[in-house]
């Protein structure tokens, strides 16, 4: 169901859903078990050297490899060593991301790969059409991790890249259940990719603390932060409130950076120091009240989609006066 | 068609859209073509003198009177006289916003009057039901004018609404085209509010030159701005830059406050003063080029959105291997 367009033909899934590349989150047994429930699996190799990677691929492999996918940005020294490691393991969908989408978009196709970028604008999107990609994922305003400067969120954001480009449009940001599922679909995307959502599932790496903790907080918010630097959307714990005060007294750039660190999304999300790990999460979070396996959400998300297709069924309102 | 639910019953309204109640944009001729044309037709009483209200009021019943409301923001001091103004001359919806839903809520509901509150959070929401409305609007972060601080987007806001009342959900914020609006239906909510995109409609009060503006800048964003004090979504003119220049430099409060002044609002968007002016506006603006009739606009969604709902129709994939 919902799946019968050009392209799940082009990534051999069965349902229009991407398992989105996340750091220190998404590795094999994650990737492997979206795509075995027919949807795009998809490791985030921003935080791993090249041996972890490979153990990360081959675990994916080993548990399904119908579709996966290995997301790379691109301001990663090691992203082109990436790239050809993942692709001598057999991997031929490359997610870019955090740089130009002409850096290794024709060597990508000239190794008969699918290419798909990562953009937050439909003039971004229109560059990545021209630079040759197959797909663009367009990320809006709610999403967590990275985010793009103008705000724009994906109900806006969405329907404008449609617009713009003739390629399939994969949506993010805001997407986690049935209801966003079908509202993606609507806004004209061929496919919807979902972090948070599989983020709290069993098979994600993130540090079971972390999983506890979004369970357990649905009231407290997330808040884009560090605009003048990288853009980032962050739960607020306590190391939010450290950078939000710098902010907040308008701190120079630098001391930002300086405090910002390193490591510290290992800290947080992979290690569990909810305190003063950095924790990137998107705004659905606070929707999200279970963790079950990535098969569970994948059937529970399409059956459900289809019911709430069937109770839209438009009929005219006949009692009108 | 859409059209078949409790709140279109209760509102006699044949599409389950409603056109926002807009400070200087929404008066009666827009209002009244509204109604006209089967939605709800609002009037913004925000800035209107009681004389102007009655005015607005008795234009919008002279055109078409089967479904009319008036939007008041209690914090304005006149607001009761607007409500018992209003009663008078025949209204029987009412839409406050920002104030206690408790403060007119009953008084309204002991007159057989509906009442629907505007609001930004599923908590809030629920402060609206026990207070006794008959429907909440829910505005996403995307939307124009003022805002919720919790930055919590359409998507994610409206089905969070959803699951935590049992009265209708009206969306706002990021919806404008049939997309969007199959898109508001799909998260559950039982009608969609349009701002914006009535806004640049021929019957809006809002200055042709800043509809023209909105018309020729569709790369020019807009952003929340003034959190500190009353977050308010501006286009991105003179006023703004001013505004942001104060905020990047930690100017307090009563600097904000001063610079803002008094009457800019209508400066700028109903007199036209499109540099020293306070425009107010949706970040959909960006995704509209046309100033259509409020007719046509409505026929155009709901023709679209059926047609688009057929697209939709789930086939499953058969080709997957």
Redesign the interface.
């Known amino acids: 169901?919902?799946?019968?367009n050009k392209l799940?033909?082009m990534l051999?899934?069965?349902y229009p859903i991407i398992q989105a590349g996340m750091v220190w989150v998404s590795g094999g047994k994650l990737a492997g078990a979206a795509s075995k429930a027919?949807i795009l699996g998809v490791i985030g190799a921003g935080s791993m050297k090249l041996d972890v990677l490979e153990e990360q691929i081959k675990k994916a492999q080993k548990i399904d490899s119908t579709a996966l996918a290995v997301n790379i940005p691109l301001l990663y020294k090691l992203s082109k060593e990436q790239i050809d490691l993942a692709y001598e393991l057999g991997i031929r969908i490359f997610i870019t991301s955090a740089g130009s989408p002409k850096l290794y978009t024709k060597y990508l196709k000239d190794k008969n790969c699918i290419v798909i970028h990562v953009t937050s604008s439909a003039?971004l999107a229109k560059k990545c059409e021209d630079a040759g990609v197959d797909a663009v994922i367009v990320e809006?305003?709610?999403a967590g991790g990275h985010n793009g400067r103008?705000?724009?969120?994906?109900?806006?954001l969405v329907?404008?890249c449609v617009?713009t480009v003739s390629i399939p449009v994969i949506c993010a940001?805001?997407?986690y259940?049935a209801?966003?599922f079908?509202?993606?679909?609507?806004?004209?995307a061929s496919a919807v990719q979902m972090g948070t959502r599989f983020l709290l599932s069993q098979e994600s790496r993130a540090h079971e603390k972390y999983k506890s903790l979004l369970l357990n907080e649905p009231?407290t918010?997330t808040?884009?932060v560090m605009k003048s630097t990288v853009p980032v959307r962050l739960f607020k714990n306590k190391f939010y409130q450290e950078i939000k005060e710098l902010e907040?007294?308008?701190a120079p750039t630098e001391k930002l950076i300086e405090h910002l660190g390193k490591g510290r999304a290992k800290e947080g999300m992979h290690l569990g120091d909810l305190d003063n790990g950095e924790l990137e999460i998107g705004?659905?979070y606070?929707?999200i009240s279970d963790i079950p396996s990535v098969e569970a959400i994948v059937q529970n998300i399409v059956n459900q989609?289809?019911s709430?297709?069937q109770d839209?069924?438009?009929?005219?309102?006949e009692?009108?006066?």
Chains 1, 2 share one sequence.
Request: contains cysteine; glycine residues 12%.
């Open positions: 169901m919902f799946g019968d799940c033909k051999n899934i069965k027919g003039k809006g305003f709610e103008d705000e724009l969120t994906s109900l806006v329907p404008q617009d940001g805001g997407f259940d209801r966003t079908l509202a993606g679909l609507a806004l004209g009231e918010s808040e884009l907040n007294t308008c705004q659905v606070s929707s989609a289809l709430l297709y839209l069924n438009p009929t005219p309102n009692s009108h006066t």
